[in-house]
């Protein structure tokens, strides 16, 4: 009978942690899981601009099939199949030196670019950059930064140099933001704060109303005419 009872309780055991695991696996949506496309179009379009490709599990930007007529930059893609409000964002990326992209959340349509109204958390190399182009940046437009807005701690901030994988967490809550970048908090922020508020309207955001107001939208990916390469992005509805 002790052995009935026994075997009945690490039965139950088991069957409950499995479900944990099913449970906890199933609160991720994958966004891009290395084999499709699918979900995926142009900001402002309706299909998936032809650099945008799959190579190697990778979702990559193919400058080489860049026409000569077109301008540079301007194919920015979104995950067009949901919107999102409070989210938990992961995803792992990697630049050549001097590449340039970002990510952004909250996302409309109907602008002229995403910048005009969506948050950015920001991606580049950011030696690599300035050493291509001779110029110095400021540190609101370096890796993890909350583009023009906030800037991540250099004393925790770890990038991985280019050509390498990089990984990256943005939590969503009308609370809290915070931005991680290899497996560290480099920043956190209030939205809509007074704190937010004066940044925006001292800043790049200006002359930009919309900005940051959205408090749902899509999850972008910016083409900055840089070959880059994404994996595993996943988001948990919070």
């Known amino acids: 009978m002790k052995k009935i009872l026994l075997l009945l309780t690490l039965s139950i055991l088991i069957t409950s942690c499995k479900n944990e695991t099913k449970d906890e ?25 032809a650099q945008w490709i799959i190579e190697d599990g990778a979702l990559t930007f193919d400058t080489e099939k860049k026409l000569e007529s077109e301008k540079e930059g301007g194919k920015d893609i979104i995950y067009a199949k949901e919107e999102f409000d ?45 050493a291509i182009n001779n110029a ?19 004393n925790v901030k770890i990038t991985k140099p280019a050509g390498q994988w990089n990984t990256t967490r943005i939590i969503f809550t009308p609370e809290l933001v915070e931005h991680w970048l290899n497996g560290k908090k480099v920043l956190s922020f209030v939205p809509w704060s007074d704190d937010w508020e004066e940044r925006k309207g001292k800043g790049k955001w200006k002359d930009f109303p919309n900005y940051g107001t959205s408090k749902t939208g899509f999850i972008g990916l910016q083409d900055h005419d840089s070959p880059l390469w994404f994996k595993t992005i996943k988001i948990k509805k919070l």
């Open 25 to 49: 696996s199933d609160e991720w949506i994958h966004l891009f899981d290395g084999t499709t496309t699918e979900g995926w179009r142009a900001y402002n379009g309706e299909s998936l601009p």
């Open 86 to 130: 409070n989210f938990e964002l992961y995803l792992e990326w990697k630049l050549p030196a001097g590449g340039n992209s970002g990510v952004f959340y909250h996302l409309k349509e109907g602008y002229d670019g995403p910048s005009e109204i969506a948050p950015e958390y920001q991606l580049l190399d950011d030696l690599g950059w300035e």
């Open 136 to 154: 110095t940046l400021q540190e609101w437009q370096k890796t993890a930064a909350d583009y023009a807005m906030h800037i991540p701690d250099n």
